[in-house]
């Protein structure tokens, strides 16, 4: 550490989202985190990082990077594919890591992770950025608390994840099963899969059925529909696509004390003043529930500061990680059942057999398409997007 209050960081990847977070780090806006290293392996890349930041080490490739002494920590923001094998490397090192979301592509290469950080002893984080939106922390206390009572379905449709088709052809790894390992549930809903998780629990069966290439010329995904069953018997419905204009973005839990919905920047709790399992086995005559309405708006939030700040914070003072790396194989676990039960078209419960999910991509990504160059630089730019937020 360069002093007391502030982690050597640095990033390998530097692309749309790494370059987001290295501007962020450099001007400052992350106290607990310094930049003092950056890698990445395209050779114009890194030239143009040398460019841009004349005083910070530019590597070709990681291992020079972890092997520099420069850093105490990374930001891995490469594609999916590369995030487990660079993340075992840089805990090999003894460094903290904090990964992009998704945490790999197939969750037996995120198991190895999670066993490679533990053995390491290093903090293993993820950016899950949205969970930092207070409305999503407030569904999670609501569910935590009893104040809903037991769940008995969710439905969330998150259709608001728009993507245009220059978008897919700007990176030749995008949208592909060998370049990326999925569409729109690896890269975009990832987010949603994870809070969907996070504040529902994990479900004991997936059925899904996934559209490939309806909106966009892709040979994965771009709308997914996830029927869940939890182990007492609710369920839940899962419903996202980049083929939707306009979207929506809207959450739905009931429970036996009530209702909560999430839409338009605002939750709105409907409590019940008893159960409604007792009023309905109880009660005579004409329901009178009056259910009371409490809503939480939203605010403006800059969810990846919080979570690199928090990241560093947690090095330094010990403080709780936004999301820990580990909660990225329950998202990863979701999402991969949800793709093998829309290939076999059967109903898949958990745990997850890793080495058939392995196989059957496998299978995807023989079938597919190389990896050959981008086709447009539509989405080039390195300012912060606002695409990368909660959207409504
Ligand atoms: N949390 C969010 O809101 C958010 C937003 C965007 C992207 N992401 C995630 O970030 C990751 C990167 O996405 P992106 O849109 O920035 O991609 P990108 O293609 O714009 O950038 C990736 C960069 O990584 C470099 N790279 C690839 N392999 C490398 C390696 N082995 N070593 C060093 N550099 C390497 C590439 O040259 C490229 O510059 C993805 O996993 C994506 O899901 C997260």
Redesign the pocket.
């Known amino acids: 550490m360069n002093n007391k209050s502030s982690v050597r960081v640095g990033i390998?990847?530097?692309?749309?989202?790494?370059s987001a977070h290295a501007s962020a780090i450099a001007e400052g806006k992350i106290p607990s985190l310094t930049l003092t290293a950056l890698?990445?392996?395209?050779e114009k890349?890194a030239d143009e990082l040398r460019r841009s930041y004349p005083s910070i080490p530019v590597f070709e490739?990681?291992e020079k990077l972890f092997a520099s002494g420069k850093v105490d920590a990374v930001v891995i923001?490469?594609?999916?594919y590369?995030?487990p094998p660079?993340a075992i490397r840089a805990f090999s090192y003894g460094l903290h890591v904090l990964t992009?979301?998704?945490a790999g592509v197939y969750c037996g290469a995120v198991r190895e992770m999670v066993d490679a950080a533990k053995q390491s002893g290093k903090l293993f984080a993820i950016?899950f950025?949205q969970r930092t939106n207070k409305l999503f922390q407030a569904a999670k206390d609501l569910m935590e608390s009893g104040a809903l009572g037991e769940m008995k379905r969710n439905v969330w449709i998150i259709t608001n994840w728009y993507r245009k088709q220059a978008y897919y052809d700007s990176?030749a790894?995008r949208a592909s099963w060998r370049g990326e390992g999925g569409g729109v549930l690896m890269?975009q809903a990832p987010?949603n899969l994870d809070l969907w998780q996070w504040i529902c629990g994990m479900p004991c069966e997936i059925y899904a059925d996934c559209g490939v290439g309806r909106f966009h010329e892709i040979e994965v995904e771009d709308e997914a529909t996830i029927f869940a069953r939890y182990p007492n018997g609710a369920t839940g419905t899962f419903i996202t696509s980049t083929g939707d204009y306009p979207g929506t973005n809207r959450l739905e839990i009931t429970g036996t004390l009530g209702k909560l919905v999430i839409e338009n920047k605002a939750l709105t709790f409907y409590r019940l003043p008893i159960s409604e399992r007792n009023y309905c086995l109880t009660a005579e005559g004409t329901p009178k529930l009056q259910p009371e309405a409490v809503v939480i708006e939203d605010e403006s939030y800059q969810g990846?500061h919080r979570v690199l700040e928090q990241f560093g914070r947690a090095i330094l003072y010990g403080e709780p990680l936004v999301a820990t790396g580990e909660e990225g194989l329950r998202e990863l676990t979701i999402c991969n059942a949800a793709y093998l039960s829309a290939w076999q078209n059967r109903t898949v419960s958990l745990p997850l057999d890793d080495g058939e999910y392995l196989s059957e991509l496998q299978k995807k990504i023989d079938g597919g398409k190389a990896i050959g160059k981008a086709r447009s630089t539509d989405?080039s730019s390195t300012e912060y997007h606002p695409r990368?937020n909660t959207n409504w």
């Open positions: 390998v990847g530097v692309g749309n989202i790494g890698c990445d392996n395209d890349r490739n990681a923001a490469t594609p999916h590369a995030h660079l992009e979301k998704p950016m950025n990176g790894w890269n987010h990846h989405q990368w």
